[in-house]
């Protein structure tokens, strides 16, 4: 029997009003329990103290609470991976960040690849490093430090956080780019290389911005240039190092991901939420104040950040030799 078109168009809209049902009920359930956010960092710091702010807020605005929690180690390996080994329905996720990105290429055996393994969910926010040296250091300009680090090539040394940290890499692609021979000196984080850079014992440090804030402003050390293709405005009268290095960019993004298999509609709701809530002046002020922007991105648009980072310091990392087992 021939069903009439009319007939036939009214069973169809019937069908996918019944299959979109149990997707719009799911997300208006979701979150039906506490929710955890696992970070990778230790408490107290700038990637902590802003996924409390934002877990805070989302708990107000969804009515469970968001529950911050820090599982440290292995550069970020092992908080990632007890995520993405999570039941995928919302209520696990991570804080995701750049050291995501180039873990991929600096361990060899992680134990699982972040991007197949995960779901890209929004960003939070974007932080530049910048270049610091000591206030007494002949250099006042990213020309002349170019300058100073050819002619004394292999005496200069620069600090980071830590062996594969983006302060490391983003000095790594400062030498491949500006032609400066400089040689590496990691830290146990990012407190004791400025340190030694007070004490005369290194040159410079490419430093997350918030470390170095504050000794900025007090003049107790000369920022030349910020590692953001704009200038940031927390220090908007220092250059970005783009305005001397065309290309040239690292930035220490943060952003939320979850488990692969987490439904679709979840994910849209969760970034909308997030978006809403890095739109509200009070949170850009908090932000602001470490040092960091908004980064306000669609699902898609946080996972081509995550991949195209991911393939950028890859490069890097392979051209300077960089492992970590």
């Known amino acids: 029997m021939k069903i009439p078109q009319r007939c036939f168009k009214a069973l169809a809209a019937a069908l996918a009003i019944c299959l979109a049902f149990p997707l719009a009920a799911r997300a208006q359930t979701w979150p039906n329990r506490p929710v955890r956010?696992?970070?990778t960092f230790i408490a107290g710091g700038a990637n902590d103290i802003i996924a409390r702010l934002l877990a805070q807020a989302l708990s107000e605005r969804l009515g469970q609470p968001f529950i911050v929690e820090n599982r440290v180690g292995g550069g970020g390996n092992i908080g990632a991976e007890s995520v993405m080994r999570s039941a995928p329905d919302g209520h696990t996720l991570l804080q995701t960040n750049i050291a995501h990105a180039t873990n991929a290429s600096l361990y060899e055996s992680p134990?699982?690849?972040?991007?197949r393994d995960s779901t890209p969910v929004a960003g939070i926010y974007d932080v530049?490093?910048?270049?610091?040296?000591d206030a007494a250091f002949p250099a006042k300009s990213i020309p002349e430090f170019i300058a100073y680090a050819k002619a004394n090539a292999g005496k200069i040394s620069y600090g980071s956080g830590g062996i594969g940290t983006l302060a490391h890499v983003a000095g790594e692609l400062f030498k491949m780019t500006a032609g400066a021979n400089m040689v590496h000196v990691p830290y146990r984080g990012s407190p004791a290389s400025l340190s030694d850079l007070f004490g005369g014992r290194i040159e410079a440090v490419f430093d997350p911005l918030p470390t170095s804030l504050e000794y900025i402003r007090a003049g107790k050390?000369?920022?030349?240039?910020?590692?953001?293709?704009?200038?940031?405005p927390s220090l908007p009268e220092i250059p970005a190092m783009g305005?001397?290095?065309?290309?040239?960019?690292?930035?220490a993004w943060s952003g939320i991901s979850a488990p692969k298999a987490i439904p679709a509609d979840v994910v849209q709701r969760l970034?909308?939420?997030?978006n809403a809530v890095l739109a509200?002046?009070?949170?850009?002020?908090?932000?602001?104040?470490l040092g960091a922007s908004p980064l306000s991105l669609s699902p898609a648009g946080f996972g081509k950040l995550i991949s195209d980072d991911t393939e950028k310091w890859a490069a890097v990392i392979k051209s300077a030799g960089i492992r970590l087992e």
């Open 37 to 39: 956010i696992v970070v």
């Open 280 to 289: 509200d002046p009070a949170m850009k002020g908090r932000l602001e104040g």
């Open 111 to 115: 134990g699982f690849n972040f991007i």
């Open 271 to 274: 970034n909308q939420e997030i």
């Open 221 to 232: 050390l000369r920022a030349l240039a910020v590692t953001s293709q704009n200038r940031s």
């Open 128 to 133: 530049p490093l910048v270049l610091v040296v």
């Open 243 to 251: 305005e001397y290095l065309p290309g040239y960019a690292a930035g």
